[in-house]
């Protein structure tokens, strides 16, 4: 693995070696091994998430080696340069149609893809549903259980290099119609209502509390959390922004299995 990251690497700083087999050869094993599941954009540590930059290097550079082509399937035609994922009855993977999946995009057993999009780098892990129209950007991290809802939009991210994609993590509840982007952290069994936009800059208010309290980029474990609004000041006057308002936690005894609405009627919201 050493000796295909230095590949990856040296092709990375001079792009003439794009020319040679060998590098050929690595920038396709890494896209192969993404494909696996044996390599990661991003991957879990006792630290935290880690960012594998050589990864999406290797993937950025899958682009310039590869040949635009005809794909027909049935009466469907695509002129693409990234293949499509294959081999769903082996893996133990369904996928209705129109589901769509790059090549180099790791699907685990027992997920199932809705008419859906999940791009080249992404990482979806055992027993997820990706719903209808949902769509997973490149090196996005899917953890294991997930629902990702209807038209749900979880962002995708190749460059700047040392940006960590999106993560949503074990068990988490993403309902219809939410954005996840830039980044942002999702963590285990969270649930979000109908709506949520998280970008970085996004203020995410926890209002459980006497005062609420504020902080951007990652949802905690567990939180059931919905779109609000704040007033912000602009030189043409007041108006509202969105935000997201953490109302509560999932209590020890909602399964994980739980519908969004079950979730949400603990805390006497509708939505």
Known sequence: MKDLQNTIEK??????????????DAIREVVHLCDQGILRCAAP??????VN??????????????????????????HDKIPLKKGYK??????????????????SKGVI??????????????????DTWATVGSCAQIGKDVHLSGGVGIGGVLEPLQAAPVIIEDGAFIGSRCIV?????VEKEAVLGANVVLTMSTK????????PLETKGVI????????????????????QVPCALIIGKRKESTNRKTSLNDALREYNVAI
């Open 53 to 78: 930059q050589w990864v999406k290097k290797g993937i950025v550079l899958y682009f310039p080696i590869q040949q635009m082509e005809t794909l027909e399937v049935g009466i469907f035609e695509y």
């Open 11 to 24: 092709a990375w700083e001079d792009r003439s070696l794009l020319n040679q087999q060998k590098t050929i």
């Open 45 to 50: 540590t006792k630290e935290g998430w880690q």
């Open 113 to 130: 893809l809705m008419p859906s999009y999940v791009n080249i780098g992404a990482y979806v892990d055992q027993g997820t549903m990706v």
């Open 220 to 239: 905690p474990a567990r939180s059931v959390v919905i779109p609000g609004s704040y007033t912000k000041k602009f030189p043409a006057g007041e108006y």
């Open 90 to 107: 082996e893996k133990g993977i369904r996928v209705v149609p129109h589901a769509i999946a790059r090549h180099g995009a790791y699907i």
């Open 204 to 211: 995410i208010i926890d209002v459980t509390g006497a005062t």
């Open 181 to 185: 982007v830039e980044g942002v952290r």
